[in-house]
Nanobody, 125 residues
Framework: QVQLVESGGGLVQAGGSLRLSCAAS????????VGWFRQAPGKEREFVAA????????YYADSVKGRFTISRANAKNTVTLQMNSLKPEDTAVYYC??????????????????WGQGTQVTVSS
């Protein structure tokens, strides 16, 4: 079992940057695939980025590719989402999620069993 806590959200102007962190409990964090998802008001939760267990492979939604970077530090039980060149359409609650073992479809929300409480990101124009 793993518990996730996100931090780092806030209000930023368009073009700015934010760094989200996901802190995980448990000694088996390195065995989990981790993803970031977001949900804007009135919209469904959508995939943003994911990273495999070793941290070697990363995956991004087309809408954030080239602007966001996901990374992990298994020794510290953390996953980070660096968000640059933010746009108003990036405004949402961002969630960290974990799936035990490898995941074949990283963007599939149903693959992730463990979720954090979310952190609000607001980008003003």
């Amino acid at each position: 079992q793993v518990q996730l806590v996100e931090s780092g959200g806030g209000l930023v102007q368009a073009g700015g940057s934010l760094r989200l962190s996901c802190a995980a409990s448990g000694r088996t964090f390195s065995t989990y695939t981790v993803g970031w998802f977001r949900q804007a008001p009135g919209k469904e939760r959508e995939f943003v980025a994911a990273i495999n267990r070793s941290g070697i492979s990363t995956y991004y939604a087309d809408s954030v590719k080239g602007r966001f970077t996901i990374s992990r530090a298994n020794a510290k039980n953390t996953v980070t989402l660096q968000m640059n060149s933010l746009k108003p359409e990036d405004t949402a609650v961002y969630y960290c999620a974990a799936a035990a073992g490898p995941v074949s479809s990283y963007e599939n929300i149903k693959k992730y069993r463990h979720w954090g409480q979310g952190t609000q990101v607001t980008v003003s124009s």
